[in-house]
């Protein structure tokens, strides 16, 4: 290996280590992996089983959940690599490897470990034996980082994104449509704030088992560029990307008939939710409160289970004296 060869490979590594979140370390190794000669696309998914742990079946545990990644705010997820996912998280075991079943040459990335959610990487494209071994190193670095990030960044018994990690992906949310045109802004993000409420109390094993339920069937029920986090105690969040207000209100109004139909196994469960558009004339804070007077009313009121609230009809904010601009 020539010195030009070692400093290049230094280079890559020092990037993907300067990353302070799951999200930049992962759309900087992406765009490494674009920049490599003869690759011609890569993909980046997270893969979630169909079912909590402690509850799983035989059968269950073929299927999976999958998540696209970037979870960005315009995504609109068509996965035409279902059947090679399926395949290389059958047959694979963690690591770097070269998928012979695929039309086009496909070497992946298989971070796998005891927590969810497992990242499948696929880099599409034919390249020298040297940058196969770039390609490999990066993915040792790579591998440490997730699992460092993860232990920052997500609820450890849901393993949905935690609350500091919701207060920042709200301001990236935020900031994408401040960069955007009104022209350009047809649909809205919504923030989400969902409360479980128990006909029977739930504590202990019967508690934590109720909420990997309700998280599963958040993933199940919401779209790849929905955002989920836990957000406190029973409370979660999600915020739905890319649609109008009938759109998230049916998506809202989907998920809640899901969750009263769910056979828990604490008894009935029911579930509170208040919501607010995202706009960018507004502070995240604000964004906040807003969903939060939302969820308020909708626990009030039992006459609505799903409130929505208009943070911009609300001059000042008393929690944080901030003001819509």
Known sequence: MSTEDLQKAFQLSAELLQNQSYH????????????????????AYEIFSAAPPASLSSNQRKEMLVRRFPLIANDDFDNQNADELKKIAAESHGGVGYWVGSAAPTIYYDVASAQEPRRIILIKGAVSTYDFEVIRGLFG???????????????????????????????????????????????????ALLDIDHATPANGSNGDE????????????????????????EEFVVIVNQTDKEGVETSLERFRKNVASHPFPAGKINVNIGFTRVTPECPTPLLIESADLALYQAKSDTSAAIVYNDALSHKQSPMDDVECY
């Open 141 to 191: 670095i790579y591998s440490n980082q997730v699992a460092l990030l993860d232990a920052r960044e997500r609820d450890p018994l849901t393993r949905l994104l935690n609350r500091d990690t919701m207060d920042r992906t709200l301001e990236q949310v935020v900031d994408f449509y401040h960069l955007k045109q009104p022209e350009e802004t047809t649909q809205s993000s919504w923030l």
């Open 24 to 43: 930049d370390l992962t759309q900087n190794l992406i765009s490494l992996l674009r920049s490599i000669e003869g690759v011609d696309e890569v993909s």
């Open 210 to 233: 109720t909420l990997l339920q309700v998280s599963l069937l958040l993933k199940k029920g919401f779209r790849s560029s929905d955002l989920l986090f836990r957000f406190d105690g």
